[in-house]
């Protein structure tokens, strides 16, 4: 039974570029959330989906959109990148539903010079 | 700040003791998640507890709760070397929404 796998795991992009990451999700879950956590930091939550639409969205700006597909997997994408936005990127898959456990992917490191 | 905190932020231990990490929030706790996370990796599950229990044991892990201090503790019993990890605490603290709030996270070294 895969668990929640993303891609790439590491990445270097430069100021101003763009970047998508890529994340499916356990097997049987429908829901998947993204996280931001910066060094030394706990994970930020920056919105989940379900049924191909935003659920619910954290604090962070209109450059940060993702996209869920028929499959369930799920992709963030972050326009216009700033230095600030160097971080890991956590994705987390879920049964619907509030109190459930949430399964969290080996994450992806982007680094922006 | 909805923010959890654990406290403490650092904790170095021997190994074979016990290692008490607390996590405190602002506003009452709903069903709460412990993670443990590798350097520069994944977080990975360990224990949920959910709001009306009062104890829960996993394990060497035992995860208790302190209505009065609105904090629940994660106790690592008989602690080993492959123990060394972040240890964050995870909650909903608005009911009906589905964004996890994370504590900053406990990082605990066991000494071999």
């Known amino acids: 039974d895969a668990g929640v796998t993303q891609s790439p795991t590491h990445l270097i992009k430069t100021r101003g570029q763009q970047v998508t990451l890529r994340c499916s999700p356990k097997?049987?879950?429908?829901?998947v959330s993204w996280y931001q956590q910066a060094l030394g930091q706990g994970p930020q939550f920056i919105f989940q989906?379900?049924?191909?639409?935003?659920?619910q969205r954290g604090n962070f700006p209109d450059r940060f959109s993702g996209h869920q597909f028929p499959n369930y997997s799920s992709e963030l994408n972050v326009n216009a990148l700033l230095l600030g936005d160097s971080a890991l990127y956590l994705c987390?898959?879920?049964?619907?539903?509030?109190?459930?456990?949430?399964?969290f992917g080996e994450g992806s490191w982007l680094t922006v010079v | 700040s909805q923010q959890g905190e654990e406290d403490p932020q650092a904790l170095s231990i021997q190994e074979g003791e016990n290692a008490t990490m607390n996590c405190s929030y602002k506003t009452s706790i709903n069903n709460l998640q412990w993670y443990r996370q590798n350097s520069g990796r994944g977080l990975v599950h360990l224990i949920l507890i959910r709001s009306n229990e009062r104890e829960k044991h996993s394990g060497r892990l035992r995860v208790t709760l302190d209505t009065s201090k609105k904090s629940r503790s994660l106790l690592i019993t008989a602690s080993r070397a492959a123990d060394t990890a972040s240890y964050f605490c995870a909650t909903v603290t608005t009911s009906g929404t589905y964004k996890y709030i994370f504590g900053t996270g406990t990082r605990l070294k066991v000494l071999a």
């Open positions: 989906y379900y049924e191909e639409e935003e659920r």
């Open positions: 097997s049987g879950h429908d829901t």
């Open positions: 987390a898959s879920s049964l619907q539903g509030t109190g459930n456990t949430i399964y």
